[in-house]
């Protein structure tokens, strides 16, 4: 046992899913603020006691992975260096050595993924591996891989899922059940009757504003100026519809249909590109101006007023060209010196006031989807308590992130009472230890079920709470509010019907566990890690083969590149991944190959600043056959005409000779570089070569460069001489016999070999005067 057990005490459904899950792979589903975190922690001592090994907690950010790691040092009676936060601030090899001497790691995905990818670290020990937040394990996000690679390395696997909301699409549930290999699914909400007794409820009121005659004027001006721009996509059958009431995603999806007409070569659909951007600005617009107000309104025009003073989009200057957007920023500036401020303030100003005067010491969130928002929040409430700002690390044009240390110390004083009020964008909602609060206000409703869920979790955990959410009547903010309420409602429904079909797929597929063992004549014996399908296999009077893959082909991969998805599909396909900063090139698969790899979007952008002749000469020069892979879309994505992109790639291909290869997405860029790697490495018996690699070079790599640059000797012979003759001194001075006394060197390349070193030199390059 390492759990201090004097310090816990577990609830009745805490107990509950620990026994449910503690053998199954599982996907725990409970709000904010009821305890997922100490449900994780049971299965942890549980895993501990009964294999050993090591646990593994995961989380989205450093600030989570380092609040987790506080918890299991608090509560587990393990020595301190052996429980451990892994990010990436920690050079590699220090995290292979923290790694070694760990029971229990909390980190970050991209750390853990990177580590997995280069072969620092194996998953082979772990036998318990924890995804907070799991409701992120979709696409391409490092869950997914982590998740793959530890149900085929551990010797003892269990996988253990924790999130407020997966969301309410049945798609996403099934995608994340299948992608965290889930076999079990625990479902709570505040209402759940094992649950209940131990909320103390929320107070849900939702307070309606009516926006003033100014503000609805300007409305009116810009769904006008909406419909217009709607219009000419509806006549081409690109949306439904062109009342300004449109879902922005259907905007989005023409964009996206557009696009691809136009790499078709239709670029007659080139024109409805303007009016797709126009009508995304203005439906953004809209939205500040009906949920947020006037300042984040200004805000957002100045920004397109710099736009079209640069002339950057055709869109942004027919906008502002508009004697109807004209108006309108006439009628804001009026508004602005009436002080006629969005009627949200007024009554968050009465809703505060009145929670302070009952009581003084009252914690309170503001949530608010906007920086500049938020930034006048701070401004307008320090008017009548004590208020701070709590936003991420990014930082924006005249608004500086805030780094994570800052973060900290905020919702430290927050704890602690300095201060009444938190306004918090987004990064407030999600996983943060985020202190209980006596009020949580929405300065406007949110479409998303998830974020709802988090937002209301930050009060009536341990007290009565109240949950304030403000919407402006007839607005886009009401829409909002019903999407969520529908979707959260769907979601349980849903949940509920993914957990009865995950039932059914492990009874069959236990059942084709089965029938496809007694297929086997002979075998290997390794057991299967499930406890199921374990018991199943002790009894089978012939055991099944398990085998795993060897190491196989070695590619050299620039440390750039593990940023991309390309490396994890090459070690999936069997490569022997090597990380290393390259001078040129992405990846090296051979002394003779490399390939640089280009995103559709990055390909255009070095045409147009001029980096893409410079990085192919330099390709030209460090290896024989270079090649460049273009992966993505190329056309329709930029404002660049399709012939130039056709002639760069013409001038690269025929002036350069260097072939370029064309890649739908990073799986394709990947088999593209494997089989090359497995052509010039199996079928030809060659080393990787390391020529590009001057900064990082070893005294062994940089010893076999010299010997690589005597004529006809490949990478293989270089090292085949050193070893034979013990260093590069005696290379050099070796006669022909004893050259040839090498396996590979015949007369001809000793002679050769020879000559370039004796020869004397001449500055003429022709090399006419040294006799060759």
Known sequence: ????????????????????????????????????????????????????????????????????????????????????????????????????????????????????????????????????????????????????????????????????????????????????????????????????????????????????????????????????????????????????????????????????????????????????????????????????????????????????????????????????????????????????????????????????????????????????????????????????????????????????????????????GAFNVLIATSVGEEGLDVPEVDLVIFYEPIPSAIRSIQRRGRTGRHRPGRVVILMARGTRDEAYYWSSKNKEKKMFATLTKVSEMVKKEKQASLLGFVKKSEKVEKAEVRPPERAEKREVYEKLPIKPVFVRKPKGIVVYVDTRELRSQVPKYLKEMGADIQVKTLDVGDYIVSEEIAVERKSANDFIQSIIDGRLFDQVKRLREAYERPIIVIEGQLYGIRNVHPNAIRGAIAAVTVDWGVPVLFAQDPKETASYIYLMAKREQEGRKKEVAVRSEKKTLTLADRQRLIIEGLPNVSATLAKRLLKHFGNVERVFTATEEELMEVEGIGEKKAREIRRVITAPYFEDDSGAGAGL
């Open 1 to 416: 046992m390492f759990l201090r057990k004097d310090l816990i005490q577990p609830r009745i459904y805490q107990e509950v899913i620990y026994a449910r899950c503690k053998e199954k792979n599982s996907l725990v589903v409970l709000p904010t603020g009821l305890g997922k975190t100490l449900i994780a922690q049971m299965i942890a001592d549980y895993r501990l006691t009964k294999y050993g090994g090591k646990v593994l907690m995961l989380a989205p950010t450093k600030p989570l992975a380092l609040q987790h790691r506080e918890s299991f040092l608090r509560l587990f009676d393990i020595p301190e260096e052996r429980i451990n936060a892994l990010t990436g601030e920690y050079k590699p090899e220090k995290r292979e050595q923290i790694w070694k001497k760990s029971t229990i790691i909390t980190a970050t995905p991209q750390t853990i993924e990177n580590d997995i990818v280069v072969g620092r670290i194996s998953l082979e020990e772990v036998s318990l591996l924890i995804f907070d937040e799991a409701h992120r394990a979709v696409g391409n996000y490092a869950y997914v891989y982590i998740a793959k690679e530890y149900m085929r390395q551990a010797k003892h696997p269990l996988i253990l899922g924790l999130t407020a909301s997966p969301g309410s699409s049945e798609d996403k549930i099934k995608e994340i059940i299948k992608n965290l290999h889930i076999e079990h699914v625990e479902v709570r909400t505040e209402s759940s009757p094992d649950v209940k007794p131990y909320v103390q409820g929320i107070r849900l009121e939702w307070v309606k504003v009516e926006l003033p005659g100014l503000y609805k004027d300007v409305r009116k001006l810009l769904r006008e100026m909406l419909k217009d721009s709607l219009k000419p996509l509806a006549e081409a059958g690109l949306i439904n519809s062109y009342s300004p009431d449109i879902p922005k995603k259907d905007v989005l999806n023409a964009g996206k249909i557009l696009n691809e007409e136009m790499a078709k070569g239709n670029y007659s659909m080139g024109k409805l590109l303007v009016h797709q951007s126009k009508a995304l600005k203005l439906h953004h617009a809209i939205e500040l101006l009906e949920t947020q107000g006037l300042s984040a309104l200004r805000a957002y025009f100045k920004k397109l007023h710099e736009e079209a003073r640069t002339g950057r989009t055709k869109s942004t200057k027919e906008l502002i060209n508009d004697p109807r957007m004209k108006k309108a920023l006439y009628l804001l500036q009026q508004a602005k010196e009436l002080g006629l401020d969005h009627p949200k303030m007024e009554k968050l100003r009465e809703i505060i006031k009145e929670q302070l005067n009952r009581k003084p010491n009252s914690k309170i969130i503001v949530f608010t989807n906007y920086r500049e928002t938020s930034k006048k929040l701070v401004k307008d409430l320090s008017e009548i308590t004590t208020v701070m700002r709590f936003v991420g690390q990014a930082s924006r044009k005249n608004d500086k992130g805030m780094s994570q240390k800052k973060q900290k110390e905020i919702l430290k004083l927050f704890s602690q």
